[in-house]
């Protein structure tokens, strides 16, 4: 099965930080780009951040811009999220997913594969 698979996800608290990964394998390796997306306690999943495989250049959503910073190890085939200053409404399912071609879109319907998810509760 085609499926990125995360890590990292854990508790902290409010100020915090927590760093999760992303390792692809199989198929995954001729995807263009990668990208995080959370779903919140009884809300809609969102974008967080995306990175292309060659460039590195990268996207992020307003509300993490300048806390958060996607990355990735092409040598491990492996995609990062460092979060920094985590606050509470940051406590989410974190989800990967890759995409083939090279734009950075924010619409979750434009991923082709997703993981399962990793929790990460911030408490105040």
């Known amino acids: 099965q085609v499926q990125p698979v995360e890590s990292g996800g854990g508790l902290v608290q409010a100020g915090g930080s927590l760093r999760l990964s992303c390792a692809t394998s199989?198929?995954?390796?001729?995807?263009?780009?990668m990208g995080w997306f959370r779903q919140g306690p009884g809300k809609e999943r969102e974008f967080v951040a995306a990175?292309?495989?060659?460039?590195?250049?990268?996207l992020y959503a307003d509300s993490v811009k300048g806390r958060f910073t996607i990355s990735r190890d092409n040598a491990k085939n492996t995609v990062y999220l460092q979060m920094n200053s985590l606050k509470p409404e940051d406590t989410a399912v974190y989800y990967c997913?890759?995409?083939?071609?090279?734009?950075?879109?924010?619409?979750?319907?434009?991923?082709?594969?997703w993981g399962q998810g990793t929790q990460v509760t911030v408490s105040s």
């Open positions: 997913a890759a995409r083939q071609g090279l734009r950075l879109p924010v619409r979750m319907e434009e991923y082709d594969y």
């Open positions: 199989g198929r995954l390796f001729s995807m263009d780009a």
């Open positions: 990175i292309r495989w060659r460039s590195a250049s990268t």
